[in-house]
């Protein structure tokens, strides 16, 4: 296989998240440097479907390191779950004689890649693109850092509010079922709670929590909730607050959709770079169905069916000096 792959496609799908194009850049280049013809699909694996396949030279993944979303576009693909659809795409494929894939996105992106190259023996390699990082074997995915740092900003701003009217807010962040990017603005926000999918506190441990920084007279105070925790949504979980409570007017911030956006960090460009870049090197080498990754600063090789199927939960160490620090 080593000796067999001269060119390669490349497409985002899912969700997007910042640092995408840090690694369109790294894969178009990498291809480039070791003289492999390079492809872009646009819109996932709709555009493999349709055949909106691309050429792409060094020159086209210029001045993009920096930007949010990807320039392939993305989406995710009804079609592509049915054996017609991964046909068609195979046939797409073929038209430009293409014979190894990059994929970079989610569970949901590397599931279709798994299942597409057992049936038709194109070799596949994945790279983690989600803001979520709720993907087994690696750190970091590409985009959780600059969600973490969008809302860290955002709580910051709310926290100069709640400080001025004595007020408690809930903000409510994204993450699907998974804590990461809650734990993580919790600690950095200094954030007096926080609620995530991974822990099994509850609203009554919330309350307690609560009404003892309301005896020592602290009124204004942040407790930021994962989108996917069990105790509810924000909104919900503060009205069980205010139902509960004669101290505090909880007052409610979803962050949403703008922890998707924006310029990368310096830590996803870089990380997105490196796994674009050993994406190539693997395949060059003869690997294939599976996730690059990164784990103590170094590339790791996952299993796509690992990736996918094994649990990935915030470390139980954070989660405790969570909670002292809240104190």
């Known amino acids: 296989m080593a000796n067999t792959i001269k060119r390669i496609a490349v497409f985002t799908s899912g969700g997007d998240a910042p640092g995408m194009n840090a690694a369109i850049r790294a894969v178009v280049r990498t291809c480039s440097y070791h003289n492999l013809h390079v492809y872009g699909i646009y819109h ?16 086209d993944v210029g001045n993009i390191i920096h930007r949010g979303g990807t320039i392939l576009k993305t989406a995710r693909s009804e079609r592509f779950r ?3 659809g991964r046909q068609s795409a195979y046939e797409s494929l073929m038209a430009y004689e293409i014979d190894a894939l990059i994929a970079i996105g989610g569970d949901g992106t590397f599931t279709g890649a798994k299942i597409f190259q057992k049936e038709h023996k194109i070799p596949c390699i994945g790279i983690p693109g989600t803001i979520d990082n709720d993907l087994f074997g690696t750190d970091y995915t590409i985009g959780f850092d600059t969600a973490v740092n969008t809302a860290i900003e955002a709580v910051d701003k709310i926290r100069d509010t709640a400080d001025s009217h004595n007020r408690l807010f809930f903000v409510e962040v994204m993450g699907r079922k998974a804590g990461f990017i809650a734990l993580n603005t919790g600690i950095g926000s200094g954030a007096g709670g926080i609620l995530i999918p991974e822990s099994k506190s509850d609203v ?7 009404r003892k920084m309301a005896k020592r007279k602290k009124l204004f105070n942040l407790v930021i909730v994962a ?12 009205k069980i607050v205010k139902q509960n409570s004669d101290e505090y007017e909880p007052k409610v911030t979803v962050i949403g959709h703008l922890q998707r956006g924006g310029s990368p960090t310096a830590l996803d460009r870089l990380i997105a770079s490196q796994m674009g870049y050993y994406a190539v090197l693997a395949l ?12 103590n600063h170094q590339p790791s090789y996952i299993k796509l069916d690992d990736a996918i199927k094994r649990v990935k939960k915030p470390e139980a160490d954070l989660i405790e000096m969570a909670n002292v620090l809240s104190i």
């Open 82 to 84: 049915t054996v017609e």
């Open 284 to 295: 060059i080498e003869g690997k294939s169905g599976i996730m690059i990754g990164i784990q």
């Open 204 to 210: 009554d441990q919330l309350m307690f929590h609560l």
């Open 44 to 59: 996932g694996y709709d555009g493999m479907i349709d055949g909106e396949i691309v050429r792409l030279e060094s020159r």
């Open 227 to 238: 989108e996917g925790n069990e105790n509810g949504t924000a909104h919900e979980i503060s």
